[in-house]
């Protein structure tokens, strides 16, 4: 059994730790929170609480909560860290880590250079086989990277043009924004075209971002053009054969972000996730070398099987094939559900 930490309970790292527990060769040590909030408390009942140094484990027991120890203590109890920190803080934990001899994986909002590979289990989870610290892509990248890289792996890729319209922020945040305001990235390209090279490789790609407000998905406007020619029938054929692609349709209801997120409640998924990245059949077109499509992306939760998969290729347990499908089965991951 691989003994899991997870540094940081937000939006991704309960995510992770539930998935974990469901995994046969992995357990979770234990969680490190630093308030006493609602999210510390339901916690508590099915983890042992960690906090990251003692004003915080002060902060938590006078809070109520029983807490084992702090980060150092979990590290000691464990094989591996997720660090699910938020941005920015995972690069200072690094150092712990290392001293520490101990594995560790990073979330998107982490420079590539914290890690000695990022990670996407379709496009390179043989990059990280054997790695102490390894970067899970951010939930943009890790949607481009999914069909993108089906589709390189079939047709080959000559350039790529993705416009990303972004949720504003999470459902349970009310401090971000925007709130009545479309909000356009001014960089050009985005920062999600170098990330996407960080584990696709050269690919010629431009992207462009726009925040808007909403807290429910990310909706990706994509053109590929192809160094090989096909047909639509054979594009969505080769998207039904990746487990983590999800085909979906306006004639079943699903004509909007709103639609999906119902759908994925409709299936019993544990807080309404959605780990699949999402494309509307419709959306699918074919002009020529020129394949567009329109795909949107659960930006809290489709990182937290690639999460799994980069565990078990850092301790080289198991081959890409046989990780990616324990991580579907035990997440009920799949587009057979029609």
């Known amino acids: 059994m691989i003994k899991v930490g997870i540094n940081g309970y937000g939006t991704i790292g309960r995510r992770v730790a539930q998935a974990i527990m469901l995994q046969k060769d992995m357990t ?81 909002g982490e420079e590539p250079s914290v890690a000695e590979a990022s990670f996407n289990a379709y496009a390179n989870f043989e990059e990280s086989t054997g790695k102490n610290y390894v970067r899970v892509v951010s939930c943009n990248t890790t949607g481009l990277a999914r069909t ?28 971000k924004g925007p709130i009545n305001a479309v909000e356009p990235g001014l960089k050009f390209p985005s920062h999600h075209a170098p990330d996407l ?39 969505l054929e080769n998207f039904l054969r990746y487990q983590r692609i999800l085909l979906i349709s306006g004639k079943d209801g699903m004509s909007s972000t709103a639609q999906i997120m119902d759908f994925a409640r409709e299936r019993s998924r544990n807080r309404s996730d959605l780990y699949e990245v999402a494309v509307w059949r419709e959306s699918v077109n074919l002009k020529g070398m020129k394949l567009n499509y329109i795909q949107a992306v659960h930006q809290e939760s489709d990182v937290v099987p690639e999460n799994v998969d980069a565990i078990r290729a850092m301790f080289e347990t198991m081959d890409r094939e046989k990780s990616l499908s324990a991580t579907d089965m035990t997440l009920n991951i799949g587009n057979k559900v029609f």
């Open 28 to 108: 979770v040590t234990g969680i490190v929170k630093t308030k006493p909030d609602y999210v510390a408390r339901f916690a508590s009942h099915n983890f042992k609480l960690f906090s990251p140094d003692d004003k915080s484990r002060k902060q938590l027991e006078e809070g109520g909560l029983r807490v084992s120890g702090t980060l150092e203590n979990l590290i000691d109890d464990s094989d591996i860290i997720v660090d699910a920190t938020p941005e920015g803080i995972g690069a200072k934990n690094l150092p712990a880590y290392k001293k520490a001899g101990i594995k560790a994986t990073f979330q998107g």
């Open 148 to 175: 993108l890289s089906s589709i390189k792996s079939a047709y080959g890729i000559k350039h790529v043009s993705a416009t990303l319209i972004r949720r504003a922020t999470d459902p349970n945040d009310s401090k």
């Open 197 to 235: 090279r960080t584990v696709l490789g050269d690919v010629d790609i431009d992207t462009v971002a726009v925040k808007v407000p909403t807290t429910l998905m990310h909706v990706h406007v994509i053109q590929v053009d192809l160094q090989k020619e096909t047909s639509i029938d054979h594009v």
